[in-house]
């Protein structure tokens, strides 16, 4: 798993990872990879404070940002990258288990992937239902969320819900970068809006 989190880093551009941002204070020591602790990048979030707009590019690289979700509730699964064996298998369970159970909730996942990358995971996954949307254009999720990993490139997995006003009721930030979240909390969450 890390070695393809690696290599998924890999494929970003070099000028993708020059970021000049401060460390994430509030998740500091949070997450780790390989059993190593992370410095997490840009402004966390704490659940109760409105969530911060963001600005990320769907499959066509279009702009997509949080007040396209307005007067809806919003779940944002974050992945570091689609192409991992983890990642896919949280994207999986939320459009296969969960969107089907909330519809008027927009469902999410962001990634730093290139939209291209993505379109072709939907496409040979059959992800339908939740919309798969990129950070590794403007970076802004990573850096209002708190969740770009510095010296990688990608952003920590972590689950995000927000309900119709974009507050945020419940946060999730995975302390394994290679475990899945644990998935009942966040549908306990949902059933709450």
Known sequence: MLKALLLASSLISASALAFDLPEN?????????????????????????????????????????LADFERRAVLISVVPSLDTGTCSLQTKHFNEQVADKFPDVAMLTISADLPFAQKRFCKAENIDKVKTLSDSVWHSFGENYGLLIKDMGLLSRAIFVLDKDHRVVYKQLVENLSKEPDYDPVVKALEQL
């Open 25 to 65: 204070t509030l998740d500091a020591g949070k997450v780790k990879a390989g059993g190593k602790a992370v410095v997490l990048l840009g402004s966390g979030v704490s659940q109760g404070q409105a969530a911060p707009d963001f600005k990320v590019a769907d499959g066509d690289f279009t702009a997509v940002t």
